[in-house]
Each structure stands twice: as structure tokens, then as C-alpha cells.
């Protein structure tokens, strides 16, 4: 698939990247000449110098040829006019990053085939973490009805120095799958004969209410949380503490330039908003950090959320999770005082990937240490999957079935389950198996 993107920053060079690395043919458009410049000698891919929204520049990338235009520049005007160009030269589906939410009405009629929000994603992302308060991911498929959560394996957990087939042969009744472990940087899909260690991060899929047996076997304790400190002044900080507030939590948000959330906080009963520095302690303390359940940092800047957090954890918050720009300092810090990491890259490229994919995708989540990737897709009729075993369906070692969602039934599958016409499908698969697994169910 020949993809044009539009806009090289932290959102648009991420999905060049794992596109690329998938083997699509990509270009990019980037209107600063030096960050142009610098992205070329660093990366395989073509990268043209122009602003995005002409009509000269898409087609000197080529947008003719393409099958998919994404506009994830930082201005919302030149992802709209990109995809209107993008419609009249052609381009069967266009996709625009638009933030503005007093431009998204009638979009369609500019062109533009689906429009993301990045940071309104992160924002349900964090609400899920805030509420099963432990866990390093939190996903939803179906609705709820199927979750995959993450966790690090905590020393003398039962997890710790046990195969998984022993474990299963000690725990009846179970309806929780572990799918991945990842350990040292290497991802691996689990199997009966894994061994699993403390430290390991671990990505188990789990249906009903087994969440809480499953996360016990690691080690983690998960807690819906009462009281949540936000630190940070970003878009990402006032659209998430307004969601918490508006789910019933007691929300603090702390940032040296505040004043923006005040009239915020005079909507909310719930919502306090304090002018100060988040990475200093006194002015966390001033406001009851030790009563919190959940410390989140969302600055626009590593090095505060991250010293934010840990300043939270040490002065008692049970739970600190941190927005990352670079990905390095998760695998770091990951069991190290912050909990979990997220990133508005994550949450643009699990809506651009759902299109990219082929069969029918509900949806599609990525992570931060890891290159695994949890697709939710459809056994449409016709589907040679269907009628078949998962041991029979020839699955290859690197993907594994974690969830099968049927009617209103949800349930964990065994090696002998049957794949039926209907069936929605949570696959979890390494980056070489992810187009087995999009022919097998398509």
C-alpha cells in the first residue's frame, strides 16, 4: 500500500517508521525545510520539502499512486486542505488530524474520510487506567466485554519462576489468557512452556470478571482511584481532568500557568486548579498528594512528568503514570517508580492502523516497549478460518487468539474452539504474523 503523510513531527515520523517497517511504501511531506533535512538523512523513506496542503506538493509525493493520505501535521487547517486536495487528485481514503472541535463539523464534504483526535483518545486511555489503577495498559474490545491489561510481574508474585501451563494446572476455573511477556526488550507470544520471571512485563487478556484474579497472580493490586493529581497545563491535562471529574473523581491540576483552567474549575465542584510548579513537593503536599490515589503526568515535557511522578511516589501515591515522548525511558523507569507510559503517538496510530489492516477491524492497539500489536477483527463468511479449530487454523508462533467475542457471549478460547462466521476476534501478534493473521480472518 503506497501511503502519503503529511506533517513529519512526533505523530507523522512514528507512523512513517512502523509503517515502513511493515513494508508499506511510504512518503512524506514536511513544510520545515530543517526538520525536513534532519528526518532524510536519518530515515530509508522519501521526504519532500513543501507545505502539505498544496496541491504541487502531494503531487510531487506522488498522491496519485496512493491508496491512503494521513494529515497529521500540528495545524488542523493544513490536514483539512491536504485532504480536500487529496480528494481531487483522486486518493481513495483520506485521514485528518483535527483538534479544533468547532472545525469537524461536516468534514466530509471537504474530503476527508475519518478524522482522529490523538489526545481526546489518550484522554479515555488514562480514564481506564485511572480506574483499574496498577496496571501499566488498560484496553478495551467489544464494548468491555474483553480487556487486555498490562502489568510488571512483581518478585514472589505466583507468576514468578513458573511455566504457564503449571500455572493453569493450579488455578481452576480460569478465564484469563497470558498472550505476551516481554523481558530485556524482546517480545515473545507466550506458550504453555514459558517461563515467567519477576520484572517481566506481561500482557494478559481477560473476560468477566477474572480481572482481578488474573492481575493477583502478578503481583499487582489493582484500585479504582477516588482522588487523581494532574500535573500539567496541556490540552492532554484540562480534556483528561475534565473526564475524571466527570466520572466522579476528585480531580487536583497543578501547573506553573493554571490560570487557563480556572474557569474549568468553576464548572466543577470536583476540579481544583493550583498555580504552582508539579515537580515541587510543597505545593503537592499543600494540597493532600498523600491522599491521592493516582499521580499523571501530562506536560508537554519528559523531564516534568517524569520528576512529577516520582516526587508523587515518594510522598505516597500509590499509582504514577507518565506522558512520554520518547519511548526509551518506559522500558527504563518501567517498574522504577512509573507505572505506566502513554503517548498521543500511540493513541493516532491505533485509529490509522485500523484502516491500514485488511479484513474487517473494529480495532487495533499498539504499546510502548514492545512492537506487538492487539488486533479486534471480524470472521466475515467466507473466512477460512471458519469451521476450524485454533490448533487448525495454522496460526503462526509469533500471533495467539486471546478473546473471542460471540453474540453476546465473551470468552477466553482453548486450542480446540471453533472459529464461527461472526466471530469478533482479539488476536495479538508480533509485526512478521500480523498478515497471517489478516488473511486467516479475512
Same mark, same amino acid.
Request: charge should be negative; aromatic fraction near 4%; charged fraction near 25%.
Given at each position: 500500500?503506497?501511503?502519503?503523510i503529511?506533517?513529519?513531527?512526533?505523530?507523522?515520523?512514528y =507512523?512513517a517508521e512502523?509503517l515502513?517497517?511493515?513494508?508499506?511504501?511510504?512518503?512524506?511531506?514536511?513544510?520545515?525545510?530543517?526538520?525536513a533535512?534532519?528526518?532524510?538523512?536519518a530515515?530509508?523513506?522519501?521526504?519532500v !520539502?513543501? *507545505?502539505?496542503?498544496?496541491? *504541487?506538493?502531494?503531487?510531487?509525493?506522488?498522491?496519485?499512486?496512493?491508496?491512503?493520505l494521513?494529515a497529521?501535521?500540528?495545524?488542523?487547517a493544513? *490536514?483539512?486542505l491536504?485532504?480536500?486536495a487529496?480528494?481531487r487528485?483522486?486518493?481513495?481514503?483520506?485521514?485528518?488530524?483535527?483538534?479544533?472541535?468547532s =472545525?469537524r463539523?461536516d468534514?466530509h464534504?471537504?474530503?476527508i474520510?475519518?478524522?482522529?483526535?490523538?489526545?481526546?483518545a489518550?484522554?479515555?486511555?488514562?480514564?481506564?487506567?485511572?480506574?483499574?489503577?496498577?496496571?501499566s495498559e488498560?484496553?478495551?474490545?467489544?464494548?468491555?466485554?474483553?480487556?487486555?491489561?498490562?502489568?510488571?510481574v512483581?518478585?514472589?508474585?505466583?507468576?514468578?519462576?513458573?511455566?504457564?501451563?503449571?500455572l493453569r494446572q493450579?488455578? !481452576?476455573?480460569?478465564?484469563?489468557?497470558?498472550a505476551?511477556?516481554?523481558?530485556?526488550g524482546?517480545?515473545?507470544?507466550?506458550?504453555?512452556?514459558?517461563?515467567v520471571?519477576?520484572?517481566d512485563?506481561?500482557?494478559?487478556?481477560?473476560?468477566?470478571?477474572?480481572?482481578q484474579?488474573? @492481575?493477583?497472580l502478578?503481583?499487582?493490586e489493582?484500585?479504582?482511584?477516588?482522588?487523581? /493529581? $494532574?500535573?500539567?497545563?496541556t490540552?492532554l491535562?484540562?480534556?483528561?481532568?475534565?473526564?475524571? $471529574?466527570?466520572n466522579?473523581?476528585?480531580t487536583v491540576?497543578?501547573?506553573?500557568?493554571?490560570?487557563?483552567?480556572?474557569?474549568?474549575a468553576?464548572r466543577?465542584?470536583?476540579?481544583?486548579v493550583?498555580r504552582?510548579?508539579?515537580t515541587?513537593p510543597?505545593v503537592l503536599?499543600?494540597e493532600? &498528594?498523600?491522599k491521592?490515589?493516582v499521580?499523571l503526568g501530562?506536560?508537554?515535557?519528559?523531564?516534568? *512528568?517524569?520528576l512529577?511522578c @516520582? $516526587?508523587?511516589?515518594?510522598?505516597?501515591?500509590p499509582?504514577a503514570?507518565?506522558? /512520554?515522548s520518547?519511548?526509551?525511558y518506559v522500558?527504563?523507569?518501567?517498574?522504577?517508580?512509573?507505572?505506566a507510559? $502513554?503517548s498521543t503517538?500511540?493513541?493516532?496510530?491505533n485509529?490509522i492502523?485500523?484502516?491500514?489492516r485488511?479484513?474487517h &477491524?473494529?480495532?487495533?492497539?499498539?504499546?510502548?516497549?514492545?512492537?506487538?500489536?492487539?488486533?479486534e477483527?471480524q470472521?466475515?463468511?467466507?473466512?477460512?478460518?471458519i469451521?476450524?479449530?485454533l490448533?487448525? &487454523?495454522?496460526?503462526?508462533?509469533?500471533?495467539?487468539v486471546?478473546?473471542?467475542v460471540?453474540?453476546?457471549?465473551? /470468552?477466553?478460547?482453548h486450542g480446540?474452539?471453533?472459529?464461527?462466521?461472526g466471530?469478533?476476534? #482479539?488476536? #495479538?501478534?508480533?509485526p512478521?504474523?500480523?498478515p497471517?493473521?489478516e488473511?486467516l /480472518?479475512?
Amino acid at each position: 500500500m503506497r501511503i502519503v503523510i503529511v506533517g513529519a513531527g512526533a505523530v507523522g515520523s512514528y =507512523l512513517a517508521e512502523r509503517l515502513s517497517h511493515e513494508g508499506q511504501d511510504v512518503v512524506m511531506i514536511e513544510s520545515d525545510p530543517v526538520r525536513a533535512e534532519e528526518l532524510q538523512h536519518a530515515v530509508t523513506w522519501p521526504v519532500v !520539502t513543501a *507545505n502539505g496542503a498544496s496541491m *504541487n506538493a502531494l503531487q510531487e509525493a506522488g498522491v496519485e499512486d496512493a491508496d491512503l493520505l494521513i494529515a497529521v501535521s500540528t495545524s488542523d487547517a493544513v *490536514n483539512v486542505l491536504a485532504c480536500q486536495a487529496a480528494a481531487r487528485l483522486g486518493v481513495p481514503r483520506r485521514v485528518a488530524r483535527v483538534e479544533d472541535p468547532s =472545525l469537524r463539523e461536516d468534514l466530509h464534504t471537504y474530503g476527508i474520510d475519518v478524522v482522529i483526535d490523538p489526545v481526546a483518545a489518550l484522554t479515555r486511555e488514562l480514564l481506564l487506567l485511572v480506574r483499574r489503577g496498577g496496571v501499566s495498559e488498560a484496553v478495551e474490545f467489544a464494548g468491555g466485554r474483553i480487556s487486555l491489561l498490562g502489568g510488571h510481574v512483581q518478585p514472589d508474585a505466583p507468576l514468578d519462576g513458573i511455566t504457564l501451563r503449571a500455572l493453569r494446572q493450579r488455578v !481452576t476455573g480460569w478465564d484469563w489468557i497470558v498472550a505476551a511477556l516481554v523481558r530485556d526488550g524482546e517480545t515473545t507470544i507466550a506458550r504453555g512452556d514459558s517461563m515467567v520471571r519477576g520484572g517481566d512485563h506481561v500482557l494478559l487478556v481477560t473476560s468477566g470478571s477474572s480481572a482481578q484474579e488474573a @492481575l493477583k497472580l502478578m503481583g499487582v493490586e489493582e484500585h479504582r482511584a477516588k482522588k487523581v /493529581f $494532574v500535573l500539567g497545563g496541556t490540552r492532554l491535562a484540562f480534556l483528561t481532568a475534565e473526564l475524571l $471529574v466527570r466520572n466522579g473523581i476528585n480531580t487536583v491540576l497543578v501547573d506553573r500557568d493554571a490560570d487557563r483552567g480556572l474557569d474549568l474549575a468553576a464548572r466543577y465542584d470536583r476540579l481544583v486548579v493550583v498555580r504552582g510548579d508539579p515537580t515541587d513537593p510543597k505545593v503537592l503536599q499543600s494540597e493532600g &498528594i498523600e491522599k491521592a490515589d493516582v499521580i499523571l503526568g501530562l506536560s508537554g515535557w519528559d523531564e516534568v *512528568n517524569i520528576l512529577g511522578c @516520582l $516526587v508523587g511516589k515518594a510522598l505516597g501515591v500509590p499509582t504514577a503514570v507518565a506522558r /512520554f515522548s520518547r519511548f526509551e525511558y518506559v522500558s527504563l523507569l518501567a517498574g522504577h517508580g512509573i507505572d505506566a507510559g $502513554v503517548s498521543t503517538r500511540l493513541a493516532a496510530a491505533n485509529e490509522i492502523l485500523r484502516l491500514v489492516r485488511r479484513g474487517h &477491524i473494529h480495532s487495533v492497539a499498539t504499546f510502548q516497549d514492545t512492537d506487538a500489536e492487539a488486533i479486534e477483527l471480524q470472521a466475515p463468511a467466507g473466512s477460512g478460518a471458519i469451521g476450524k479449530t485454533l490448533t487448525d &487454523i495454522g496460526l503462526p508462533k509469533s500471533a495467539i487468539v486471546g478473546g473471542i467475542v460471540r453474540g453476546r457471549k465473551a /470468552f477466553i478460547p482453548h486450542g480446540d474452539t471453533k472459529i464461527e462466521e461472526g466471530d469478533r476476534v #482479539i488476536a #495479538i501478534a508480533l509485526p512478521e504474523a500480523i498478515p497471517i493473521v489478516e488473511k486467516l /480472518f479475512s
